[in-house]
């Protein structure tokens, strides 16, 4: 066997592994949710797309997304300035302190994210605005900031300072330099990292279990509250919903940004 | 006077405008402070975990009264006390220790060959289906990750269904500490992936070539060559796989069926079971704490790797 093909055989062998490992359970929920049966089963007992119907019907499980899209909206609402200035500031100016500041932002990466949620509820509950969706979107976007912050500055490297020096020296004010040369610029940046904030905080699931209560549960908490009593087919429907948000966030990022952007070296 | 400046366009009077507020909301004398500013509603959002910290931090100095259900009002160290004497802590403690590191050797194994295909292939179909499979459960949730996991490995899974067409009677797949660990390896892959890529595409394929001509099968490449100029990818993903898998809930929760909690599973249960706030506290405030000393000690043997954002770290 000649060297080459040794190698291929070997990566390959891990890598089929690896997208078995990544895609079974995806395929698995798909096709368990158009079994015509009660029972979750795969291969589905049948085809059918009554659990659809059941899911439409369940205001329970519809109110619980639509309170998960609020939250994720108001995550990216607030990343998105918070993250876009953030990034932009340290690539472009030399700051004092630059590499404490960087440990401190990246600290929601290394405090648990049982640390920081428990931390997180134990503040807005001090304050008493535990009970309403808002902090619930504060903390979504505290813990995954980060991300919007490495988004953007992966873009923003690839300025050079030289087109801002250009524009000034044609007489064009700071204002004008930021909004049409640095923000254009850094814009894939801030459009992968707002769309990953959004899946993000649509999908996240322990911050969410501390800081709602029985009222105002989002969707992945009812999900996993329902797990853990009965099991219905109609949870692997309910799941769909997430996974072709999944795809549709994939679609975009694909679209707009191309998903090679995650390959750029550092 | 008036009728030369209307043929200005609307919208150079408005920049006009916004430019004439901007200098007068932060003159250019200012300019030194701008970077600052423009961190500052980062910091003030990050400042929140802070909050929740020392939060924490008090909770955790006081003890609960089994009588009253009320917490005290004097700050002990007993609490600190009960988490390192009580053996259950520490089996606790132990079992997350080991699974982490566990998920982590066994997530790099496959995320390293995963990023470098990804990589190095010349076919952009392939790329995109990669990072497609990737992106997919990435952006699905542990939740629902999890819930099928539970349709494939339950007792009338998959798996078991097929091992019952060749005449295996069912196994318990589920439960305990192995789907546990698997289930994590799964969830951390996209991470490990994502943090490895970008270390990879910065090692030059002519390194390899030059390597291989030179005499050296792949084999010895990828130890001297590529495995070497990796290592700020390989620290980045080693980081968040391992604390990440250290601290989860989801996965143990769900998979190991309340027999094979973790020690984010102990924190919740103290918080929402027995109502044990100040030991809840206690043991999440040594977790943030061993999970610092973990990265602390990593970023300064080795840097942040593919973990920096800005400038630093190249």
Request: glycine share 8%; proline share 6%; hydrophobic share 55%.
């Amino acid at each position: 066997m000649s060297d080459s093909t040794s190698k291929s055989l070997v990566i390959w062998a891990f890598v089929a592994t690896a997208i078995v490992m990544l895609s079974a359970p995806t395929i698995v929920v798909l096709g368990a949710s158009f079994t015509a049966g009660n029972i979750i089963t795969f291969p589905p007992d049948g085809l059918s797309l009554k659990w659809y119907a059941s899911i439409a019907q369940a205001s329970d499980l519809r109110q619980a997304f639509v309170r998960s899209l609020i939250v994720a909206t108001i995550c990216t609402l607030i990343a998105i300035p918070a993250g876009t200035l953030a990034g932009i500031a340290l690539v472009k100016y030399r700051v004092r302190f630059a590499r404490s500041i960087q440990i401190y932002l990246l600290l929601p990466f290394t405090i648990p994210l049982i640390g920081s949620g428990i931390g997180m509820m134990l503040a807005f509950g001090k304050i008493g605005v535990l009970g309403s969706l808002w902090p619930v979107g504060i903390a979504c976007c505290v813990i995954n900031l980060p991300f919007m912050i490495w988004a953007v500055t992966a873009s923003a490297r690839n300025l050079s300072p030289d087109l801002e020096l250009a524009a000034a020296n044609c007489g064009a004010p700071p204002l004008q330099r930021f909004l049409y040369i640095t923000l254009p610029a850094v814009l894939p940046g801030v459009i992968t990292g707002s769309l990953l904030m959004f899946i993000l905080a649509l999908n996240e699931f322990l911050v969410s279990l501390l800081l709602v209560d029985a009222r105002i549960v989002t969707l992945p908490v009812q999900i996993y509250n329902s797990i853990r009593s009965i099991i219905t087919p109609d949870l692997a429907a309910i799941s769909v919903v997430f996974i072709v948000c999944a795809g549709l966030v994939i679609a975009l990022l694909d679209r707009l940004v191309g998903l090679d952007f995650f390959l750029k070296s550092k | 006077m008036r009728a030369p400046r209307a043929q200005y366009p609307l919208i150079w009077r408005t920049m006009d405008a916004l430019e004439r507020f901007a200098e007068l909301v932060w003159p250019s004398r200012f300019q030194p402070g701008l970077p600052y500013v423009m961190l500052l509603p980062a910091l003030v959002l990050v400042g929140l975990l802070v909050v929740g910290l020392i939060q924490i931090g008090d909770a955790s100095l006081r003890t609960l009264d089994t009588k009253t259900f009320l917490t005290s009002e004097n700050y002990t160290l007993a609490n600190y006390q009960r988490v390192l004497t009580e053996g259950f802590f520490f089996k606790v403690a132990s079992r997350s220790l080991m699974g982490a590191l566990i998920v982590t050797l066994v997530t790099l194994i496959f995320a390293f060959p995963y990023a470098y295909l990804m990589v190095r292939t010349p076919s952009s179909t392939l790329r995109k289906f990669l990072l497609v499979a990737l992106f997919l459960p990435f952006f699905i949730g542990q939740v629902v990750r999890a819930y099928g996991w539970l349709i494939i490995l339950g007792n009338q899974g998959v798996v078991n269904d097929a091992l019952g067409l060749v005449g295996v009677s069912p196994i318990r797949l589920l439960y305990n500490y192995p789907a546990v660990l698997f289930g994590l390896v799964q969830y951390m892959l996209p991470f490990a992936v994502l943090m490895l890529a970008p270390a990879l595409t910065a090692i030059p394929s002519e390194l390899e070539s030059a390597a291989s001509s030179l005499g050296a099968g792949w084999v010895k490449t990828f130890r001297y060559v590529v495995l070497p100029l990796s290592k700020p990818g390989l620290i980045g993903a080693g980081l968040v796989v391992s604390t990440l898998s250290l601290t989860d809930f989801a996965l143990p929760a769900i998979l190991g069926g309340g027999t094979q909690d973790f020690i984010a599973n102990a924190i919740y249960d103290q918080f929402f079971r027995t109502s044990d706030q100040g030991l809840g506290a206690t043991l999440s405030l040594m977790l943030v704490a061993v999970g610092s000393i973990l990265v602390g000690v990593v970023f300064m043997l080795f840097g942040a790797g593919t973990l920096a954002m800005g400038d630093d770290g190249k």
